[in-house]
């Protein structure tokens, strides 16, 4: 889920480091794809269905038939972009649905996070992003983050690098595989009924 400002075809530095994570999991079995949040109409809210028009409820299928969702995002103001906080919001709406046996829907996904901005903020912002998603029922492998920020009060964006840093690569592979292991186990294991 590739929360950038930015709608397609622009290019986005979120949508990069979110192709370079579903590579990553690629390597690890995991096949996936990426949803640009922006270019469909999510409308505000905090139910799975938001009525005539929404986009979200065949998002949210999506959402609910993968084991693991990543959500990307860049860093506005220090914190987590508009988009963003819509989709959280969105998914709050999962605390109202339930199995058979009274678990949310959400139970036994995992998720991670990639974040890129251009000042300092990524632990924050993830912090934000994990507190939510475990709060809307997601659970997260060790090491469920990626991401990159460049010098303080500079412009260079993550899509312009020449390549990509050694350590975002090294980092994206472990999201990717913890990823990738967490969620084959609560498949084979999944979480007990309340």
């Given amino acids: ?33 990426s ?26 299928e999506k959402i609910l038939a993968a084991d693991i969702l990543v959500l ?4 506005w103001l220090g914190h987590p972009c508009s988009v ?17 046996q ?17 000042e300092d903020g990524a ?6 992003l994990f507190q939510a998603l475990n709060d809307v029922g997601f659970s997260l492998a060790a090491g469920a983050v990626t991401y990159w920020v460049g010098e303080a009060m500079q412009g260079t964006d993550y ?10 690569a090294t980092t994206t592979k472990t999201l990717a595989s913890n990823a990738a292991h967490l969620a084959r186990n609560l498949r084979a294991a999944p979480f007990p009924a309340a």
């Avoid at 075809?9 to 690629?26: C, D, K, V, Y």
């Avoid at 990307?72 to 860093?75: A, G, L």
């Avoid at 009274?102 to 251009?118: D, E, M, S, W």
């Fill in 1 to 33: 889920m590739v929360c950038t400002l930015n709608r397609s075809p622009a290019r986005s530095s979120s949508q990069l480091l979110a192709e370079q994570t579903l590579q990553a999991l690629r390597e690890q079995g995991v096949t996936g794809e």
């Fill in 35 to 60: 949803v640009r949040v922006v270019d469909h109409d999510v409308r505000p809210g905090v139910s799975v269905n938001m009525g005539d028009g929404d986009a979200w409820p065949a998002i949210r």
């Fill in 72 to 75: 990307s995002t860049p860093i």
């Fill in 84 to 100: 963003t906080q819509r989709v959280l919001e969105r998914l709050d709406g999962e605390l109202s649905e339930s199995d058979d």
């Fill in 102 to 118: 009274g678990r949310p829907l959400t139970y036994g996904k995992v998720a991670a996070v990639c974040v890129v901005g251009n």
């Fill in 123 to 128: 632990h924050k912002v993830s912090a934000d």
């Fill in 159 to 168: 899509q312009d690098l020449d390549n990509t840093p050694e350590a975002v």
